[in-house]
């Protein structure tokens, strides 16, 4: 497991139009995250959550040219509706980082009826890796958005 607080890390912001208890919802309840928890373009035929710290939880995304991409982690802190801090894999794709786990944080702050989500993930062992994270995140985070 790398040491989050070493390598490479991304810091993604995003506005949501609701509530923090529905964005934390969004988040954390497998039907929601099936609605938007993958990049534009890709469906979410799989979402599994077990909500508890060392619960885990796995997400299945599928490209438009069949290609599957599973996120799986487990469950560090879960302060609701606040934050969230997970670990993440890859199981398909060792050379994204799929062989080491890297830590995400998601924060959710009330800004007069919406939210503002702050998404780090750090922990990457190359750059490059954080830089292709970063795409992906601000597509799914846009998606989440779009959802309200």
Known sequence: MTN???????????????????????????ERL?????PQGMD???????LRVGGAFRIRMRAPDGAV???TGTYREIDRPGRLVFTWRWEEQPEHGGSTDTIVTVELHERGGATEVILRHE??????????????WTSILERLGSEY
């Not at 890390?9 to 919802?25: G, T, Y």
């Not at 979410?44 to 077990?50: G, N, Q």
């Open 44 to 50: 979410i035929p799989l979402a599994e959550v077990d």
């Open 69 to 71: 991409h599973t996120a």
């Open 34 to 38: 099936q609605a938007w928890c993958a």
């Open 4 to 30: 989050a607080s070493a390598g490479a890390s991304l810091r993604v912001v995003q506005m949501v139009n609701a509530p923090r208890e529905r964005v934390f919802d969004a988040w954390t309840t497998p």
């Open 123 to 136: 922990g990457f062992p190359e750059e490059a890796q954080a830089a292709e994270h970063t795409k992906g």
